[in-house]
């Protein structure tokens, strides 16, 4: 049984948890929190489990870190505090833990990441003999190993194209969708998201490491965005109401360009009503959220994944997704060198010995 540490309990870390808790090869040795009021309590009901795992939730980050964890779940969000995030990582590498996490962007194509972080990590596992593993769902599995799995179906292939296609209002996360991406401000509000260079370094990577894996150079990575405002007015039942002519659905492409073409394409279309923008692609009928890939070639193929968790929320299914991803790596990193990996380095297994195995 592997000794794993979640560090955060929110979205991905509450997945997380649940996840290790599933898995026969892994052991919960520690839940850390940043908030004083969840220290103490257990991390099952935290977890949304509906009984007691017999861990407590603690801040003593010093404390768990000496208790020399073999791995090391990052769930803690590095969108806003990124240096944080990579020194609270750091920490773990050098106390010699296995650290999955999907919060570090520049890492998730680690071959490409700035020099000068990569060898802040590589030192930090000289020093520790830990490992670290940067993944998620979107940048993470839905454009990387997924992807390049289906395009070994084809005969041909022109062109690579993934898609994340969601209503927003599913998500728990109000500050990032009003602030970060835009929704319900003004048209003339600049979100941080689309930023110039902003999708580029945080999707750029998947699209170089589809591009290593296809063996093919990249001329250039372009950035392209469309926003469009509300018709109407719209009242969600988790985030208020989103007022007509502000940003309503948000659309932008990170294009991996190839002899002159845009061949792999990383897409997001974002909504917060299906009202808004509804010549844009969307999920399948019924649904508020997918994740999808195309291949143009021959034959063409399309695959879509819906996932769900947590009483049916897509948004929660997709963060469990990302939980699961990283989750399931611990065995093989732990089995594997010290190093730093990437999605092409570690292999997306089945799940072995968890088939109809339930929550004790």
Not at 160 to 174: G, K
Not at 327 to 350: H, K, S
């Amino acid at each position: 049984m592997v000794p794993t540490v979640i560090w955060g309990t929110g979205n991905i870390g509450r997945a997380a948890i649940r996840a290790v808790e599933a898995h026969p090869g892994l052991e919960l040795a520690a839940v850390l929190v940043h908030d004083p009021d969840k220290a103490g309590r257990d991390a099952g009901p935290l977890s949304g489990l509906g009984h007691d795992l017999g861990v407590a939730a603690t801040t003593d980050v010093d404390a768990v870190l000496a208790a020399a964890p073999r791995a090391v779940v990052y769930a803690a969000s590095g969108d806003i505090r990124p240096d944080d995030a990579l020194t609270d990582v750091l920490r773990a590498v050098r106390a010699g833990a296995v650290v999955v996490t999907p919060s570090l962007y520049a890492l998730y194509d680690q071959r490409n990441a700035p020099p000068e972080l990569r060898a802040r990590v590589l030192a930090a596992i000289e020093e520790g003999g830990g490992s670290l593993f940067v993944s998620g769902v979107d940048p993470g599995w839905g454009n990387d190993v997924l992807p390049l799995l289906i395009s070994g179906l084809g005969a041909t292939v022109d062109a690579v194209r993934c898609q994340e296609i969601f209503d927003y209002t599913a998500y728990d996360q109000p500050d990032s969708v009003r602030y970060l991406v835009g929704m319900g401000q003004p048209m003339d509000y600049e979100p941080p998201m689309i930023a110039p260079t902003v999708p580029a370094m945080v999707w750029g990577g998947q699209v170089r490491l589809m591009a290593r894996a296809l063996g093919v150079e990249l001329d250039e990575i372009r950035e392209s965005v469309e926003r469009r405002p509300l018709d109407a007015s719209v009242t969600t039942p988790a985030m208020g109401v989103f007022e007509a002519g502000t940003q309503g659905a948000l659309r932008f492409e990170v294009q991996g360009v190839v002899e002159g073409e845009a061949r792999i394409v990383v897409e997001h279309v974002t909504r917060i009503h299906p009202s808004c923008a509804p010549d844009w692609p969307a999920p399948p009928a019924g649904g508020d959220g997918a994740h999808r890939v195309i291949i143009e070639g021959s034959p063409r193929i399309e695959v879509t994944v819906e996932a769900t968790d947590e009483g049916g929320n897509r948004a929660a299914g997709g963060n469990a997704t990302a939980a699961g991803r990283l989750v399931n790596a611990i065995d093989w990193l732990t089995a594997a060198e010290p190093g730093l990996y990437d999605a092409l380095d570690v292999p997306l297994r089945p799940a072995t010995g968890r088939l109809g195995r339930k929550h004790p």
